[in-house]
């Protein structure tokens, strides 16, 4: 059977690999090195695992950031009266208004919050789609609502994301040891046996 000692150091990571998964069962391989074999295959795991939840985290992000700049808009819309009623122009044109209230329902807001907006801009006779500033703080609300639960998802997603790195950095360090032990113990056979000699 083919085992560590077989091959030229150093060792590609997939030729390793490779060897671990055929030596992890045999029961005439050494020891440490089935103990390193199966830290390499976790590593390997760990890896994709890693990479997975990173782009979890990216993506989590970029929704905050979406959703935040959303929020910025419509608040560029506020007419700042007085009277909470008042009511101003919203978006640069009925399909640019449409196009947010798309976005908003995506980011949390309640239809019904926002139907009287559809509604104007499905009247062909409305020119344009006009929000009041009461509306604005509605909408407001409701994104903020929805980018704080991201942003707590968010801090849950890096917690299990920095877990994942903790593993994948310990069995790559404890596969590097054994293997490195293993070495030692040789050496130290090696050595012995040139004393006796």
Do not use: H
Not at 83 to 99: L, Y
Not at 109 to 124: F, G, M, P, S
Not at 134 to 143: D, F, G, L, R, S
């Amino acid at each position: 059977m083919t085992g560590i000692a077989d091959f030229d150091f150093p060792v590609s990571v997939d030729e390793f690999i490779k060897l671990a998964k055929s030596t992890v069962s045999d029961p005439t391989q050494n020891p440490l090195f089935k103990l390193a074999a199966v830290n390499m295959l976790l590593t390997r795991a760990l890896q994709g695992a890693l990479n997975a939840q990173a782009d979890a985290v990216k993506l989590i992000a970029s929704e905050i950031e979406a959703a935040s700049k959303l929020s910025v808009r419509v608040l560029s819309y506020k007419t700042n009266s007085t009277n909470v009623k008042t009511s101003g122009k919203f978006g640069e044109s009925k399909e640019d208004a449409k196009a947010m209230l798309d976005e908003m329902q995506r980011y949390g807001v309640a239809l019904k919050d926002i139907k009287e907006l559809y509604d104007q801009y499905n009247n062909a006779s409305d020119p344009q789609v006009d929000i009041t500033d009461a509306t604005i703080e509605v909408i407001k609300a409701q994104i903020n609502a929805y980018i704080e639960s991201l942003n707590t998802r968010s801090s849950q997603e890096q917690l299990t994301l920095q877990s994942l790195t903790n593993r994948y950095t310990q069995a790559g360090e404890q596969a590097s040891t054994v293997l490195q032990k293993d070495a030692q113990s040789k050496a130290t056979l090696i050595n012995n046996a040139r004393g006796l000699a």
